[in-house]
Every structure is written in structure tokens, then in C-alpha cells.
């Protein structure tokens, strides 16, 4: 499981990938879209050494996408 912008239309979604599928935006259709890092796959991380504990997604709009 996945979190994805938009880089077209900027709609944030979630998409369960397998291997080398191609993702498409649910809401325009477009497939330039930007993987997040994303709070699900941190589950487990929580503690580690040098483990990245913060929240995922593109806040602060490093992803290029505006939020």
C-alpha cells in the first residue's frame, strides 16, 4: 500500500502496487504521479536505531505539488 500525488490535478490517494504496475490518478486518469512516503509503511519502524519515526506524506509540499 502506497500513498500517491497527482502531479497533474494534485489529488492525494492510496494504491495497493505490485511489481512494476503502472499507477493512474483515480481522478484525472494521469500516470505522472509522485509516491509518498507513507505513515502505513512506518508501522514496525517505530524505535529502531536511525529508524524515520515522523509522519509521511507531502506536507510542506517537498513532493512539488503545492500542499
Same mark, same amino acid.
Not at 1 to 20: A, I
Given at each position: 500500500?502506497?500513498?500517491?500525488?497527482?502531479?497533474?490535478?494534485?489529488?492525494?490517494?492510496?494504491?495497493?502496487?505490485?511489481?512494476?504496475q503502472v499507477v493512474a490518478c483515480p481522478g484525472c486518469g494521469a500516470t505522472k504521479v509522485a509516491r509518498q512516503l507513507s505513515t502505513? /509503511?512506518?508501522? !514496525?519502524?517505530? +524505535?529502531?536505531?536511525?529508524?524515520?519515526? /515522523?509522519?509521511? !506524506?507531502?506536507? +510542506?509540499?517537498?513532493?512539488?505539488?503545492?500542499?
Open positions: 500500500m502506497y500513498e500517491y500525488v497527482c502531479m497533474k490535478c494534485e489529488e492525494h490517494f492510496e494504491e495497493l502496487v505490485r511489481g512494476d502505513f /509503511s512506518m508501522v !514496525g519502524t517505530a +524505535g529502531q536505531a536511525g529508524a524515520f519515526t /515522523s509522519g509521511g !506524506g507531502c506536507c +510542506g509540499g517537498s513532493c512539488g505539488c503545492g500542499h
